[in-house]
């Protein structure tokens, strides 16, 4: 069974910085999709950023890019999320996902993944 745990969550000032970690244990993910999701509340879940199996591969939500950079370490299992320049719209709860899909367009879609993990919350004041 794999598990997926986040960490890395805070409070921080518009214009700040957070780096989230996703550890996942149980399996080795190297060969699988991951992907990062939020979700505000009374909103749904929304995609963030993903990553490929080996790391070719990045894509990531208009309302992120240039400011959210997706990058995995297979040695460790571990994906992470540099968050800079953040705002106050970045207020969500963050989840790491992992998807038996190596790579391509569908990682951007909820239904990809086949792990997620609990979330991490991610507080930004204006």
């Known amino acids: 069974q794999v598990q997926l745990v986040e960490s890395g969550g805070g409070l921080v000032q518009a214009g700040g910085s957070l780096r989230l970690s996703c550890a996942a244990s149980g399996r080795t993910l190297s060969s699988y999709g991951m992907g990062w999701f939020r979700q505000a509340p009374g909103k749904e879940r929304e995609f963030v950023a993903t990553?490929?199996?080996?790391?070719?591969?990045?894509d990531y939500a208009d309302s992120v890019k240039g400011r959210f950079t997706i990058s995995r370490d297979n040695a460790k299992n571990t994906m992470y999320l540099q968050m800079n320049s953040l705002k106050p719209e970045d207020t969500a709860v963050y989840y790491c996902a992992a998807s038996r899909y190596g790579g391509g367009w569908y990682l951007s879609r909820r239904a990809a993944y086949d792990y997620w993990g609990q979330g991490t919350q991610v507080t930004v004041s204006s």
């Open positions: 990553i490929s199996s080996g790391a070719d591969s990045t």
